[in-house]
């Protein structure tokens, strides 16, 4: 019982410390298939990996929501995602919290959301289950990650499927024509610095592809 006091001691001074990446800046866009491939080779003269090239994954992602009453007459919906490689089988699976995004001010870059991320074992889908946890949809991810210092971007092709499976491409179907691009950092709270590396970034992209601030809020009224 020591360690884990000592363990949860220390977890919280460094939370208290702002040295925990905690924080994820978050900005999102998309290109057509056909202009994928300029995009990629641009990406390679911008970032850091130019000499290995861009690291490729092959992911699939499980969407859980937890709901708890908070209150009466109130309820909480706390956001879980589970991904796993499925190019690289005994890697850790990873469980991640992600909270809601903050589009703050209009001279703010980019969006702000809570992000914190672990590793897990396989069980944890049991686990999440046994919980309570409902998943909401699930999918296949499929692209590369380059690294600019901090930042981290992906380009990716999204697939529907149809249930969890282990072989990679079976019943599964690409969403839309194009792939989904994200320019993110993890940084402790108050680095909104970084915002602003960010936005210099993204202009670098145009006009082969637009990042934004994406207001999940307004999506859902339009739907």
Known sequence: MAVIGSATDTLNT???????PDQEYLLQG????QYVEVLLHRLRGLCDNVDSGPESFHDHELCFTLRATSGPGSAMVLPLRVRRALDVPEAPWQLRYVGQH?????NRPTVVRSS?????????????TELGCRMDFEYISRGYMFRKG?????????FKMGGLTNKPGESVEPISQSYLVELS???????????EDMRVFAEQLKPLVHLEKIDYKRLAHLQ
């Open 116 to 128: 914190i991320d672990m590793a897990c074992s396989s069980t944890i889908v049991e686990f999440l």
């Open 14 to 20: 460094a939370l208290k410390s702002n040295i925990v």
């Open 30 to 33: 998309s290109v057509l298939d």
């Open 150 to 158: 901090r930042m981290k971007i992906t380009v990716s092709k999204v």
């Open 185 to 195: 950092v993890l940084a402790p709270s108050g680095q909104d610095a970084i915002a």
């Open 102 to 106: 903050e589009l703050g001010d209009k």
